[in-house]
């Protein structure tokens, strides 16, 4: 099975930043979607950002276009997630997770076939 484990999540203030990484090992797809989730206290899991191994295109929210930026470190075979000017609103359980194939038409957690246990970001 492929793993992905989540890292990088805490508490900061308004305005602050985190960066949270998501490694992941076991077999390995042509091309494939890696994706960040987010989940809030009464909100439905909703899909943050994405990245599409066959192009480097890479997808965001409108809640968070400008302010987080996807990345994936190949060598490493790690994704990323800076996360900049937080605002209270982006406190959720953040999940990275992966599909074979592409990302275009997949913005629903039920497309993700594989997932890291969560990591939590609470924002002041």
């Known amino acids: 099975d492929v793993q992905l484990v989540e890292s990088g999540g805490g508490s900061v203030q308004a305005g602050g930043s985190l960066t949270l990484s998501c490694t992941a090992s076991?077999?390995?797809?042509?091309?494939?979607?890696m994706a960040w989730f987010r989940q809030a206290p009464g909100k439905e899991r909703e899909l943050v950002a994405a990245y599409y191994t066959g192009s480097g295109t890479t997808n965001y929210a409108d809640s968070v276009k400008g302010r987080f930026t996807i990345s994936k470190d190949n060598a490493e075979n790690s994704l990323f997630l800076q996360m900049n000017s937080l605002k209270p609103e982006d406190t959720a359980m953040y999940y990275c997770?992966?599909?074979?194939?592409?990302?275009?038409?997949?913005?629903?957690?039920?497309?993700?076939?594989?997932w890291g246990q969560g990591t939590q970001v609470t924002v002041s």
């Open positions: 076991g077999p390995t797809y042509r091309t494939y979607c």
């Open positions: 997770a992966a599909r074979s194939g592409g990302c275009a038409s997949y913005a629903l957690a039920a497309d993700y076939y594989y």
